[in-house]
Structures are given as C-alpha cells and as structure tokens.
C-alpha cells in the first residue's frame, strides 16, 4: 500500500545533539501507527518535524506527502495538508466557548460579523462526530480533561484533518475516558483519517495499533505489523536490553513502625464538608505500601496532609518515628524525615528554568550551610553523589531542568527528596509520563530505598504496577479506607472491587 506521509533518512542537529539520525518512517492511508520510544528518544523531535515546527531546511533527509516532496515551512503549511497535533498540553483558550474554540482564527461570517447561528450549527457537527453530548456554548473551562481533548480532536477535524498525531493523548484521562478515546480513534480510522499515535502504555497501543515503530537514541530501531509482535519484544527494541521482569520487587522482612495515621478526618478547609474519612494505616521500615483507588478517591490528598501541604485536619493523629505530624507544616514533616514526591512535577516539583544542581539542593539547602551561608564545595559534591548514582542522563549539573526527558526530570525531583535524608518517602504517580526503561530505574530505586530501611508510600493509578511493587495495598474509595491487602491476597479484582 503506498504510504500517506513518509520521513525518509531525517537527520535534525541541535547545538552539541543529534536528536535524529537517518529515521524513516511512514504512515498508510486509514492506519494507526504507533510511535514508541524511551524519553529522549528523538520521537517529540519526529512529530514536530511532520508537523512543520522544525521547518524545511532545519533538517536533511526529506518528507514525503503520497508521491511529492513535502515542504512544510510552518504549522500551517502542514495544517493545509491535513496534519494535525493533539498534544499532550492541550492548545484551548479556557474562557471561550467550546464552538469559539473550534473555530479560533476561521469563524464563518456574514459580512464582517461572526456568523454566531452557523458558528454553533457547524460546531454541534463535529462534537456529534466526536460523540462529545454537550452545548457548544459550554465554555471550555468547565469540560473535564477528557471532554477538552475531544473537542481538540473536533477542532483539527473541522480543518478536514486527515492526518492526526496524537502525542501521549491518555496521560491525564481517567479510564473510561481512555476508552472513549480509543473507540473514537477507531472510528475515525473507519473514515479514512490516520493516526500517530504516541504512548509509553502498551496496553493501549496493542489495543489500537496497527503497526508500532520504535525509536531509540534517535534511530530507528524496528516497524512491525501489531499482530506479529509482542509486548516483550516492542520494550526490548525500546530499551535496548530485555527485561524478563517489569516490577523487579525484593521483598525482605520489614522493620519497625516508623509512619503511622490513626482515624484521620480531614476537609479541604476549616469549614468545607470533610473529605478524607476515618483513615487509618502504618507503613514499616523496609517496606512498600502501595495506595490505589479510582481518580477522585482522596490518594493525592492524603499524602499532601500528612506532609502538611493540604487541607484541615477535623480529627485523627499522625506520627513519624514518634513524632507527631499536625498536618499543616512542610518543613516539621521534612525535619523528621517524611518526603514527598508529587504527582505534578513541573508544577510543584521543579523549578524548571534553572539547571540540575540548583533543584536538587534546593529542599536541604539548610543542611548545606556552614553559618548563614552555603558551603559551595560541600553542594556540588553532594549533588554530584546524586547525579551520578541516579544516572541523570545530562551533561552537567548546569543543564537546565526544563530541557531533560520526563523520566529524567523525575529523578532529579526523587534525587531532591532523597537528599534530605528521609525515613519515609511519599512517591505520588512516580512513573507517569515516562517510558519503559525509566520505570524500571525507579523501582530499581525503590528497591535501594527498602534495602537501606527506608520506608516508601506509592500512590499509582495502574493496577499492575501497584500490585508488582507493593508488599501492602490500601485502596481508596471517595476518601474513606476501601480495603487492605497483602501481596499474596492483591488481585486486579479484589482491588477494583475496593476501589469501586
């Protein structure tokens, strides 16, 4: 069959980086092919080089549209020939109405006026095609994720996008929404449009694919048909290594109590309805306990309070190696030696315009002074130790934050917790957003931690991770204790059966 969209032989240079080298790739009319590839594997390079933000001429090689060369010069020269991107950070203006952001820049009109009756007439169209039942005058700002990634996909459908690239497009969507999408997505393939689809969660590319390419280092490493292939060898090609084991959990004899919370009630405020309910549990040295439950279910929540960056405690006692937490003072909580590494690392974890050294040194900054002020020496070959011992794949402490892979970032933000010294370590969705073989480095991690008698809390939305890493599950549901299970007892069914 011939091929829709082609990269043939693209080598892109950066400043001291070759982010491609000689990848080829293609896309057939009507197909979903699935891009795959550890961070930093050169795929967000490719999609924004097929969708004209690396210019022709910033790059050699050639793209190729059906049997001509293509030579995008901007976003819209490639939006003209029916390319679209979903990113992952969707491009919505909040305050506008769902029909006004579908039509941004391209109202109909009548004279100089916008035309408002077709505006909403052409808008419900194409939410029909997406199966999104809501008014297009719903401003955007009250759709949850989900919805406004529908109506992204009603947007680029409205330009008669017949190339979609969807770029990590689940991340952020509850399960059914998932769902929702990837019905959606097979409905458009019915209709002749294809995708590119980019995503670390295999589940979800053998569920829809129907050839995967991987990236590595900036090559490309393998295409396969969907049906031949499988998971272990699509991870290999990713990794460069196989993994016989996903969730490498060493499990040994846990130590004494050093977290413990008794019959905690918590509200969002002093006076606001109570949303975490009579929650109890403890957590031991050298042990792994795992926090599951539905999204809403009050896990995010709960770590947030007792590291005392959330909510008011109605009642209930929290106490680390003895001490007592009030739930309401970050640096009690890290003087006694709780850390927390947040879901949102961008927004609460990283300061992401200033370079590796400043972020990692940043929340024991106290503990590197001499007097009033910091003992530069005593710094860097600290935060050497954990550049190195992290294998943060940069060239230096001075490279900035912001542009590191997601696994890389993420283990600067774990490297900062680590270097306070904790006894317990909060890790809220550790592995979100980063690939294959990062993962496997921060359960490698997790195992050191546990070794060393370091208590860990692993908050997870997925299933078999919480089950491959924990030694205990508690399952949350609508902020109250769902269920409790050891290792041995956990399975997928008795977990959602608690969670739901």
Known sequence: MPSLLEACAITKRFPGVTALREVSFDLRPGEIH?????????????????????????????????????????????QREGIAVIYQELALVPGLSIAENIFLGCEPRRGLLIDWEKLYTDARLFLTRVGLEVSPETPVAQLGIGQQQLVEIAKAL???????????????????????????????????????????????????????????????ISTHDRAATSKARVIRDMVGREISELFPRTV???????????????????????????????????????????????????????????????????????????????????????????????RYGLVLDRDIGFNLSLSSITHLCRGVLVDEETEVRTNQNFFSSLRVKASSLETVVGTLSGGN???????????????????????????????????????RLTAEGKAVVLVSSELP????????????????????????????????????
């Open 465 to 500: 991770e919480l089950m491959g890493m924990s030694d205990r599950i508690l399952m949350l549901h609508e902020g109250r204790v769902g269920g409790e299970f050891t290792r041995a007892e956990a399975t997928p069914e008795k977990l959602l059966a608690a969670a739901m």
């Open 252 to 346: 040994s004899p846990p130590g004494a109590v050093v977290l413990r919370a008794d019959r905690l009630n918590v509200a969002p405020s002093a006076h606001a309805p109570t949303r975490l309910h009579d929650i109890s549990f403890e957590v031991r040295a050298g042990e792994i306990l795992g926090i599951g439950g539905l999204m809403g279910a009050g896990r995010t929540e709960l770590l947030m309070h007792i590291f005392g960056a959330w909510g008011a405690r109605i009642s209930g006692a929290v106490e680390i190696s003895g001490h007592a937490l009030s739930g309401n003072d970050p640096v009690t909580a890290l003087r006694h030696g709780l850390a927390l590494v947040s879901e949102d690392r961008k």
């Open 34 to 78: 699935a891009l795959c590839g550890e961070n930093g594997a050169g795929k967000s390079t490719l999609i924004k080089l097929l969708s004209g933000l690396h210019p022709h001429g910033s790059y050699e090689g050639e793209l190729r549209l059906a049997d001509r060369v293509a030579h995008f010069r901007s976003v819209a020269d490639a």
């Open 409 to 447: 970032q993420q283990k600067v933000v774990i490297g900062k917790a680590l270097m306070t010294g904790p006894t317990v370590i909060f890790l809220d969705e550790p592995t979100r957003g980063i690939d294959v073989g990062a993962k496997l480095e921060v359960y490698e991690l997790m195992n």
């Open 158 to 220: 409205s330009k008669q996008t017949r190339i979609l690239i969807l770029d990590e497009p689940t991340a952020a969507l509850a399960e059914r929404e998932v769902a929702t999408l990837l019905d959606l997505l097979r409905g458009l393939r019915a209709q002749g449009i294809a995708s590119i689809y980019i995503s670390h969660k295999l589940d979800e590319v053998f569920a829809l694919a129907d050839r995967i390419t991987v990236l590595r280092d900036g090559a490309t």
